[in-house]
């Protein structure tokens, strides 16, 4: 089945690069029209040229994470749902008007909920937490799109801007897990399969951010408010700091890479902060060239804590100790992935921070400072790791546990994980172009 | 008979419904508070859109309740039912839905100042079932006991944001919600007795 759904991904992320849109295709006799628009009870669904990379970014990191399952077994329902997953997450990218994505988003996380609730286990609190507060954030978004749409073409009152900005705000506080309404993350990592809970955490923010985007693109006033920006840098940096510091005081390995999450949607928070005037195809082209070392780093990070549960069911640090002796590769896949997530230089995540760090420093000296204390913290959680991992008693021989396959994707994975760091270029002119999708906030 | 002239009393069943989901410790019980609660909804949504599109809410509440209820058949009670309902815990939910109903009763007329189009029985039971549904997922960890506080929740807001919007689309895929919503609550519910599909 996961051959079937890395194959069916792989297909429709060819058939969004490849096809053409609002043109015809001539095939002997035959003669195809493509349009982009389908109308569904009076609404449509389009997927036009703009909304092409966003689902080649899609099915490819579906097709790449479905490919990895049989070496990781995350649970029959995984593909299924997941694709379900990524179906639902397109329908929000084509609604038109785009506030009804919030609902398509919502029935995505409804779908996901039996991958990360596997049959025969503890329904845990998190999961119920993570559907409660996805729940919240859809009703806010949708409230916040009716203040929106009669705002439209009156001069905004200043009641009328109050009662908006805390209605989205709270909607996407509630969507993207600010902080406080984060508590869900590291207890689904704690709870789910890691690789299942992975897949959530790299899907669902990055839809749910294009809709903030939507959002920030649609409305002038919104955009151009000052304030705007300052609350999204403001929350970036909180998430980040408690993040951070959390995760340095943390016991368990699956919590952690919960907590590099939270620290990944704060950076993303800053990089759309800094995407004002002529900074925003710069820094709206490194939030989306952002998602590449994510994508890297939290495949290999699940990927070695899924084969590393298989050894020790209880991933806390003390009972993995010398863990790393015996899966060498799995442990040093898990610290790598750590340290690309804090920032290490030569590794993916460094060359799209580093001018996000710049940015903040120069728009607010002190945030920065903050933004390298949560990042410092992470990388504490990635050095006790080690730590544990490694050591062990002395006589415990170094072996090579894992099978074939997971040797190969982690081995591929690290390797990414370095080229990105060492060769940016590579891939960072892909994204370039891709903010002339949110075109009126371009200047 | 007019359907407005239905609201004022759909207030109060709403909010009684309410108040037997806050306090109910039979599953069956609370699957038939929640059927009625839908009724009230769909009065309340009556009174905005027309009655064959309202239905909507009713069916999709019916049937959620459906789903629910085929799921919790033969389930363990323990996974159902809030543990220890004494005297103390039942007299402080009652204040807790007591005081809920008094904020959204002080709260309606600002909100029919604010919103247009929306009348003061639906700003009131809305706000009722938004405030008790918050209240029954702050106190509870049962998944059963979650999805009842969501449908609740959101049944509120559909009274408040039916009288803003209109969408047939819009009502399909809160509709969609809340099935998805009641199939997710049975498969949670019984998913620590599942076979492991690993």
Known sequence: ?443 | MDIESLALPAVGLIFITGLVLLLSWDWRLSISALAVQYLGITVLVGVSWPIDIAVVKLLAGWMAGAVLGIGLLGCQEERISEENLTVSFILYRVLLAVMVGLVATSLSSGMVRWIEKISWAQACGGLILIGLGLIHLGLTSKPFRVILGLLTVIGGFEIIYAAVESSILLAGLLAGVTLGLALVGTYLINAPSLEEVN
């Open chain 1, 1 to 443: 089945m996961a051959l079937l759904a890395t194959i069916t991904a792989l297909l429709l992320a060819g058939l969004a690069w490849w096809l053409p849109v609002q043109d015809r295709f001539v095939l002997g006799p035959w003669v195809i029209n493509f349009s982009d628009s389908v109308s569904v009870l009076g609404r449509q669904f389009t997927l036009g040229g703009t909304d092409r990379p966003a689902l080649v970014m899609l099915y490819l990191i579906a097709a790449l994470w479905f490919g990895a399952v049989p070496v990781v077994h995350p649970g029959k329902l995984f593909v299924p749902l997941g694709m379900a997953m990524a179906a639902l997450l397109t329908a929000a990218i084509a609604v038109n008007p785009f506030l009804y994505a919030a609902l398509f988003i919502e029935m995505g996380v409804i779908a996901s909920m039996p991958f990360l609730s596997p049959p025969g286990g503890k329904v845990g609190r998190g999961v119920l937490r993570y559907l409660t507060f996805q729940s919240l954030g859809m009703l806010f978004i949708l409230f916040s799109g009716w203040l929106l749409e009669g705002m439209e073409g009156l001069p905004p009152q200043t009641e009328d801007i109050q009662r908006v900005a805390i209605s989205i705000g709270l909607g996407f506080a509630f969507l993207l897990a600010v902080f406080p309404f984060y508590t869900w993350i590291p207890m689904l990592a704690q709870e789910s399969h890691p690789y299942a809970a992975a897949f959530v955490f790299l899907v669902l923010p990055t839809a749910i951010f294009i809709l903030l985007l939507g959002f920030l693109d649609r409305y002038a006033w919104l955009r151009e408010a000052a304030q705007t920006y300052e609350i999204l840098r403001s929350a970036g940096v909180l998430m980040i700091v408690t993040a951070g510091v959390w995760a340095a005081f943390q016991n368990r390995m699956d919590r952690i890479l919960g907590y590099a999450l939270i620290l990944e949607i704060g950076l993303s928070f800053i990089g759309v902060s800094l995407a004002q005037g002529s900074a925003v195809m710069t820094y709206l082209g490194l939030f989306f060239a952002a998602q590449v070392p994510r994508f890297l780093a939290l495949g290999v990070w699940a990927l070695a804590l899924a084969i590393l549960r298989t050894e020790s069911k209880d991933l806390e640090l003390p009972f993995a100790r010398g863990l790393g002796r015996r899966y060498p590769l799995a442990a040093f896949g898990l610290i790598l992935a750590n340290f690309s997530i804090a920032g290490l230089p030569l590794l993916a995540g460094f060359p799209v921070r580093i001018p996000i760090l710049q940015g903040l420093f120069q728009a607010s000296p002190g945030m920065g400072y903050w933004v390298l204390l949560g990042s410092g913290g992470l990388l504490v959680a990635g050095l006790r790791t080690m730590a544990y991992l490694v050591t062990g008693e002395e006589a415990t021989p170094w072996q090579l546990l894992e099978s074939r396959a997971q040797r190969a994707y982690l081995i591929l994975g690290m390797l990414g994980l370095l080229v990105l760091g060492i060769l940016p270029q590579g891939f960072l002119p892909l994204f370039v172009n891709l903010p002339q999708v949110f075109g009126q906030m371009l200047p």
